[in-house]
């Protein structure tokens, strides 16, 4: 007999949706068919849609070190409150930074104290620790983040042209992916003054494309796996797909406030919806929905980045950059994706899991089907919420979501099989799992 069954809802599977239920068996997915026989515990999901849990491929839960302007604990209940089973965190703002095995194994046992949902490690590929990258390997991180600006942070200094490519084949050799943040340094200016409109001026949109078609260049000469990241605009991710349809290895990612947000909202809300790349106008905004919907974007991810609030007060050119969206990330695909522009719950299922389990070689994660764990995403879509702090699991109750209306909503959270959120509490009674990725 099996442990649970959700019993009726639509079940969103690769090649399409059905009405069925799905049996769960240690965790597992032992069954989805119609009618299936009783367990001892059943979930009513009649009226839901039933999904493969998020994968944020990108979060800054900063732990160790800087618990204070975040944790695993309460980024990971955030993830789980916005439909997410697994994660996986960038090597900075943890501090000292993720860049060789030592601090991956600190990581790896603190996150596993503290993370409810499983989790898997970037590596950090800064100058002069490309020799690190191996044992990083073996301790089974899932690819390494270089940045080609300033992070932000002068402990995690950005890769110059020889790193990058040194890194790339190193990566290459090793069969990971480089994650980079692609913004150009030499294309980022100082903002001439203090105020929004400077700081968004500084990083301009060629910053961006400047970056990408040189990441894409090393890849193509190293024969590297590329994962852009945060892609903030159209053209940006059609000079990346240009390359791809030519042979290049590249995935791109783009976040949920370049598909909400735009250049407006900063100078409605300030430093809180500060971000880099910043977020662009309008016309911007329409041609990233455009690319998305065209299928050129393989995965979106949150790039969740809070920090604590002194840091977000004052001078706004000085202010942290970091949006806090992990939590909103689903709903705003679901608002603005399916309500709005008709883009499929396969499509977004792609997006959120299916692809970043297989470009992360996640074994049995990532689509719903027996075999796999059972991580799963209950999703209201007729129901609306406006997001108020209340609802913010994560440590600091700021985000630019705030009063913001969804169309969906996510009514509860499995993660291999535990149901670690259900309408609006956080229920999970057992810590989440490191993942690697599987051999090839
Ligand atoms: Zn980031």
Redesign the pocket.
């Known amino acids: 007999m099996p442990d649970l069954v959700i019993r009726g809802g639509t079940v969103v599977l690769s090649g399409g949706s059905v009405r069925a239920d799905v049996a769960v068996e240690d965790g597992r997915i032992a069954e989805i068919g119609p009618e299936l026989a009783g367990a001892s515990h059943e979930f009513d999901a009649r009226g839901l849609f039933v999904l493969p849990g998020f994968i944020d491929v990108?979060v800054?839960f900063n732990e160790p070190g800087r618990t204070h302007w975040e944790g695993a604990a309460t980024g990971s209940r955030a993830l789980a409150a916005g439909g997410g089973t697994l994660f996986f965190d960038?090597p900075l703002n943890s501090t000292p930074c993720c860049v060789n095995a030592r601090e991956v194994d600190r990581k790896r046992a603190a996150l596993e104290r503290a993370s409810i949902t499983d989790f898997g490690l970037w590596g950090g590929l800064v100058p002069g620790a490309v020799s690190e990258m191996a044992d990083m390997a073996g301790r089974g991180v899932v690819g390494f983040k270089a940045f080609m600006c300033d992070s932000g942070l002068p402990e995690f200094p950005r890769a110059d042209d020889e790193t990058l490519r040194d890194g790339m084949a190193e990566a290459a050799r090793l069969r990971l992916p480089v994650a980079v943040?692609a913004e150009s340094h030499d294309k980022v200016r100082l903002p001439a003054n203090r105020a929004v409109r400077d700081f968004l001026e500084s990083r301009p949109v060629v910053a961006e494309t400047e970056a990408i078609g040189r990441a894409l260049e090393f890849a193509r000469d190293t024969g590297a796996s590329l994962h852009i990241?945060?892609v903030s605009t159209g053209r940006g991710v059609l000079l990346a797909a240009e390359a791809r349809a030519r042979g290049v290895d590249v995935s791109i990612e783009t976040c949920p406030h370049y598909l909400w947000f735009t250049e407006a909202d900063v100078e409605r809300l300030g430093a809180i919806a500060k971000c880099a790349p910043p977020l662009r106008a309008a016309e911007h905004r329409e041609a990233l929905w455009n690319a998305l919907i065209a299928g050129h974007v393989d995965i979106v991810g949150s790039?969740h980045?809070p920090t604590e609030p002194s840091m977000k007060a004052g001078d706004f050119v000085g202010a942290w950059g970091?949006i806090a969206g992990v939590q909103s990330t689903l709903p705003v695909l679901v608002d603005r994706g399916y309500h709005d522009r008709r883009l499929p719950l396969e499509r977004i299922a792609y997006l959120v899991a299916v692809h970043p389990a297989r470009r992360f070689r996640m074994a049995r994660k990532g689509t719903i089907e027996p075999g796999n764990d059972a991580d799963l995403v209950l999703i209201d879509t007729v129901s609306s919420f406006t997001l108020s702090e209340e609802h913010l699991q994560q440590r600091h109750k700021i985000s630019p979501y705030i009063g913001e209306t969804f169309r969906g909503v996510v009514r509860a959270t499995l993660r291999r099989g535990e149901t670690i959120f259900e309408d609006g509490h956080v229920t999970a009674q057992t810590c989440g799992r490191f993942v690697r990725p599987n051999a090839l």
Do not use: A
Request: proline share 0%; glycine share 12%; hydrophobic share 20%.
């Open positions: 990108h800054h960038m943040h990241v945060h790039d980045s970091g």
